[in-house]
């Protein structure tokens, strides 16, 4: 869900900017009562990771937002585009290609995707993982981590066949509940008069059922098609497209730490000292920090 607060303040703050004639015109582009960089996200443990890393410095100049999920976050830099407040709008890249994302990302500059499939990937980085763990006098080197990486990318990877057909399917076939719904009538329904409630609920199981029927006839060649494409990117890609929240719960035996959040506050702790920041991380720094203007 959308939070409205953050959607409606941004809009009424246009609002106000454009009917107040008299503020100077400095005033105007930068409201004196908002002077921080608005940060939007997708969930609360996103601020939460986000606030332990940044520097102090950038800390004292962000404003977070958590809009709820992945299409709320692009709603609110929708809503958001345009307006005198510096915003970044922070999203997860699930499973997009490249193309996919360079795409997003020229219709909508305010958006930052990480590199990775969620921020979580970011913490999997192999130096950044190494030497957490070696800051816990276990041993652990880069290349045992590319090769678990490539190990639980593995174990993954039917998985992400099924997200990734899914998607494709929804994108192929789309139920359509405003479609032609007069020829869809029940013949004994009277296309002149008003359709009752039923009718319409009727239509649309009918909508769905339809859908359905479809995706279940071309889910063979969508699958094929996936697979091929994911065979193309995995080579290069597996990083990226790991379910990095899953791979972290999975890591308890090259740590001695007892939970995963654990090894998350740790991995954290590394960045936020500047040990080993990761190139998603670095890449959003610098990104609030030019919106605020401090270069």
Known sequence: MVDNRVVNGGLAQKRRIRNDRTRSP?????????KRVLVVV????????????LAPRLLAEVEFAAAGNVGAVMHVSRALAGGARPFVAVRDRDLLTSDQVDALCR?????????????ENELLHPPLLASA???TAA?????????????????QREEMVADLVERRLREE??????GPIRRRLPDAADPREELTPSVQLEVRLRDRAEGARRRVDTHARV????????AARFEHEHMALINGK???????????????DQLEALLLKHISEGIVVPPGFARLFGRISDLADLG
């Open 133 to 135: 763990v070696r800051s």
């Open 173 to 178: 076939i789309v139920d359509e509940p405003g």
């Open 246 to 260: 899953r791979a972290l719960r999975q890591l308890r035996a090259i740590h001695p730490l007892r939970t995963a």
């Open 26 to 34: 400095c005033e105007m582009i930068w409201p004196v009562q908002i």
């Open 223 to 230: 699958t094929q098609l996936v697979r091929n494409e994911l």
């Open 42 to 53: 997708e969930g609360p443990h996103d601020v939460s990771c986000i606030e332990r890393v």
């Open 139 to 155: 041993e652990l080197d880069e290349a045992t981590v590319r090769e678990l990486m490539r190990s639980l990318a593995e174990e």
């Open 107 to 119: 219709q909508m500059p305010n958006l930052f995707v990480w590199p990775g499939r969620c921020l």
